[in-house]
């Protein structure tokens, strides 16, 4: 019979992304997750879910060192595409109750606010794996 091989902790910690290929690999999906989801013109469902995967994602791949910046890429990430979305693509932005002539602050800030609870659940999400992480580590 073959003998299972199991991964050590240290060989599969090899295979952990540093903060800074996390961020790339983050801004890289969340740019595609934009434009398949701008695709209809509207920016909607897929970017809430693929931002919230990519903040849970992110604590998972780095090194336990490099947990700093994964927690707090989330809200950096979903401030810088919000963005760039209303800079270059402010039509595909709707928020209920937002005046149709309103700048590019305004339009900036009525969409924070409208994706408010997306930070609120990747952050959280993200927050939580990270201290899932550390506690793992100190056991460990």
């Known amino acids: 019979m073959s003998q299972a091989v199991s991964r050590t902790p240290s060989a599969m910690a090899q295979r952990d ?9 983050a801004c890289l999906a969340m740019a ?18 693929g931002f919230v995967l990519i903040a849970v994602t992110v604590p998972l791949a780095v090194d336990v060192r490099s947990l700093f910046p994964a927690g707090v890429l989330p809200p950096a990430l979903l401030l810088g595409s919000l963005l760039l979305i209303c800079m270059f693509d402010s ?7 937002l005046a149709k002539d309103a700048g590019l602050v305004g339009l900036f800030i009525g ?8 930070l609120v659940i990747g952050h959280g999400l993200a927050l939580g794996v990270i201290a899932l992480r550390i506690l793992g580590d100190r056991r460990g």
Not at 17 to 24: D, E, N
Not at 91 to 97: F, N
Not at 111 to 118: A, F, K
């Open 17 to 25: 992304l540093s903060a800074r290929q996390a961020i790339v690999v």
């Open 32 to 49: 595609g997750i934009i434009f398949l989801d701008l695709m209809d013109g509207r920016l909607g469902l897929l970017f809430s879910v």
């Open 111 to 118: 969409t924070v606010i409208d994706h408010g609870l997306t």
């Open 91 to 97: 039509s595909a932005i709707h928020v209920e109750g």
